[in-house]
């Protein structure tokens, strides 16, 4: 049996509050509810595939048998077959673990409603200045339409 390093229970535990507040649960718990379920499933996947633990690993991190450990990863893809909304999550998760540029943590709706009217606004001034720049196109260019007309 070989044990998880130090540093690897750390990234563990990173990832397990990630996927903890993405869930607003905590994944640790011995819940058999659907939640708590798919967010285990979801930890034992990103663990399995990006960190290459063995199934006996990732049990002693969790607490459970590797049998069990199979059984969630092996259960994931139906999960996200039938609640398309988990491959979304999944992407925020590993994005926010992996610290990739431009991820956002988790957020309340409340703060998801200013955040998405904070990136509307930002577009909304980027469409403007597009459309200004197109009109100054436009202007500038009256000769090249009839040089082109003339051909």
């Known amino acids: 049996m070989t044990r998880v390093s130090k540093d690897r229970k750390k990234q563990i535990q990173h ?6 507040q993405a869930f607003d649960c905590n994944i640790k718990d011995p819940c058999r509810k659907e939640k708590y379920v798919a967010a285990r499933a979801m930890a034992y996947v990103i663990i399995r ?3 290459g633990l063995s199934y006996e690993q990732i049990g002693l991190v969790f607490n459970k048998h ?14 996200v077959k039938y609640n398309k909304h988990l491959q979304e999550l999944y992407g925020e998760v590993y994005r926010s673990w992996a610290g990739v540029e ?5 957020l309340t709706c409340e703060e998801k409603i200013v955040y998405l009217q904070e990136q509307i606004n930002l577009l909304t001034l980027q469409l403007a200045e597009a459309n200004n720049a197109l ?6 260019q009256p000769e090249t339409n009839e040089i082109i007309r003339g051909l």
């Open 49 to 51: 595939k990006f960190m």
């Open 135 to 140: 009109e100054q196109s436009k202007l500038n």
């Open 66 to 79: 590797h049998a069990t450990i199979m059984h969630g990863i092996n259960e994931w893809p139906y999960m």
């Open 15 to 20: 990832l397990i509050d990630i996927i903890g």
């Open 102 to 106: 431009g991820s956002k943590p988790f």
